[in-house]
Nanobody, 121 residues
């Protein structure tokens, strides 16, 4: 089992910056990848950024050049640095972890409870 706890959300003006944090605990040695998703009211949850255990990065087109995902392996923590924030970035941001069993290769997704990011003047 993996537990994910997000923090760092809040109210930011357009053009501002914010960093959200995801701390993982439990069976962290089996985490294959971690990422950030977001969901605005009435919209589907979408991938914002992800990072694999080997360091491969992926970003949604809408955040490229503005957001940066990073990790601290020793602390089992992933960060999302958000710069040049826009009102359309407003959403609940969820941390995700993909866990794989070495023998069966069975993968399972774990989710945090989310942290709200509001971009408004």
């Amino acid at each position: 089992q993996v537990q994910l706890v997000e923090s760092g959300g809040g109210l930011v003006q357009p053009g501002g910056s914010l960093r959200v944090t995801c701390a993982a605990s439990g069976s962290t040695s089996s985490i294959k990848a971690m990422g950030w998703y977001r969901q605005a009211p009435g919209k589907q949850r979408e991938l914002v950024a992800s990072i694999t255990s080997e360091g491969s990065l992926k970003y949604a087109d809408s955040v490229k050049g503005r957001f940066t995902i990073s990790r601290d392996n020793d602390k089992n923590t992933v960060y999302l640095q958000m710069n040049s924030l826009k009102p359309e970035d407003t959403a609940v941001y969820y941390c995700n972890a993909v866990v794989v069993a070495l023998l069966t290769h069975f993968e399972k997704n774990y989710w945090g409870k989310g942290t709200l990011v509001t971009v408004s003047s």
